[in-house]
C-alpha cells in the first residue's frame, strides 16, 4: 500500500517552454503533497507544500510564479515549470502523507532537462 | 527554520563491517527523524525512523538512536553489505507542519 506514482518518469524540452509534472497518490488520499527539487548530487530541498482545494504554501526562495502547483484532488497533483530554463533542470520528488502525520510516500521522481 | 547537519559526506567500508552517520538538528520542536536510502535516480526509500519519545530503535542489521538534549540521532549499519551502497539521507520533522528537513547525505560504499 501507499504507492505514489509520478509522470513522466523523465523529460526533455527547450528553453522557454512549460512543463507539467504530475504526481499521484494510487491507493490513498493524500491530504497534503510535497514537492521536492534535487539537484546531482544534492539534498532534496522542499519547494512547496499543497494541500486539496487550496493555494499551495511555497518555501522561501521559491517563485510561486514559476513552478505553479495545482492540487486539484485528493490523489493528483501537479507542478508546472512555467519558461524553464537550463537552471531548472534537476530531479523533482513528490510525496505525500495519508493524513496519519509522520510518513510521507515518495514518488519516483521525474528527471527535467531543459535545452 | 530547521537546518540539520549530517556527517560523513563520504564513507567507506569494508564488507561486514559497521557504518554510523551522524546528524544534527537545530530545531527543539521537531519530533520525527527519519533516515532514507537513495540509490542513483531512484525516490528515497525510508529505511527506518524514530519519534522523540523514543531514544533508540532497531530493525534487524538497522539502528538509530536519538539524543533529544544534545538534539542528535545517528543511523547504525552492522554486518554491511555491498548492496548498502548508495546515498543515505537523515531528515528532521516538526508535527505541527509535517515538512521533512534533509541533511545533505551520505555516500556509503560498501567494498567487497
Known amino acids: 500500500g501507499a504507492v505514489v506514482s509520478q509522470h513522466p518518469s523523465w523529460v526533455i524540452c527547450k528553453s522557454g517552454t512549460s512543463v507539467k509534472i504530475e504526481c499521484r497518490s494510487l491507493?490513498?488520499?493524500?491530504?497534503?503533497m510535497f514537492w521536492y527539487r534535487q539537484f546531482p548530487k544534492q539534498s532534496l530541498m522542499l519547494m512547496a507544500t499543497?494541500?486539496?482545494?487550496?493555494?499551495?504554501?511555497?518555501e522561501q526562495g521559491v517563485e510561486k510564479d514559476k513552478f505553479l502547483i495545482n492540487h486539484a484532488s485528493l490523489t493528483l497533483s501537479t507542478l508546472t515549470v512555467t519558461s524553464a530554463h537550463p537552471e531548472d533542470s534537476s530531479f523533482y520528488i513528490c510525496?505525500?502523507?495519508?493524513?496519519?502525520?509522520?510518513?510521507?510516500?515518495f514518488g519516483p521522481g521525474t528527471r527535467l532537462t531543459v535545452t | 527554520g530547521e537546518n540539520v547537519e549530517q556527517h560523513p559526506s563520504t564513507l567507506s567500508v569494508q564488507e561486514g563491517d559497521s557504518a554510523v552517520i551522524k546528524c544534527t538538528y537545530s530545531?527543539?520542536?521537531?519530533?520525527?527523524f527519519p533516515w532514507y536510502k537513495q540509490e542513483l535516480g531512484k525516490r528515497p526509500q525510508l529505511i527506518i525512523d524514530?519519534?522523540?519519545?523514543?531514544g533508540e530503535k532497531k530493525d534487524q542489521r538497522i539502528a538509530v538512536t536519538l539524543n533529544k538534549t544534545a538534539k542528535h540521532f545517528s543511523l547504525h549499519i552492522t554486518e554491511t553489505q555491498p548492496e548498502d551502497s548508495a546515498v543515505y539521507f537523515c531528515?528532521?520533522?516538526?508535527?505541527?507542519?509535517?515538512?521533512?528537513?534533509f541533511g545533505k547525505g551520505t555516500l556509503l560504499t560498501v567494498n567487497p
Open positions: 510525496s505525500a502523507d495519508q493524513g496519519r502525520g509522520y510518513e510521507q510516500y
Open positions: 499543497s494541500n486539496e482545494g487550496s493555494k499551495a504554501t511555497y
Open positions: 491507493d490513498f488520499q493524500a491530504t497534503t
Open positions: 531528515a528532521a520533522m516538526r508535527g505541527s507542519n509535517y515538512k521533512l528537513t
Open positions: 530545531d527543539s520542536a521537531s519530533n520525527y
Open positions: 524514530i519519534r522523540s519519545n523514543v
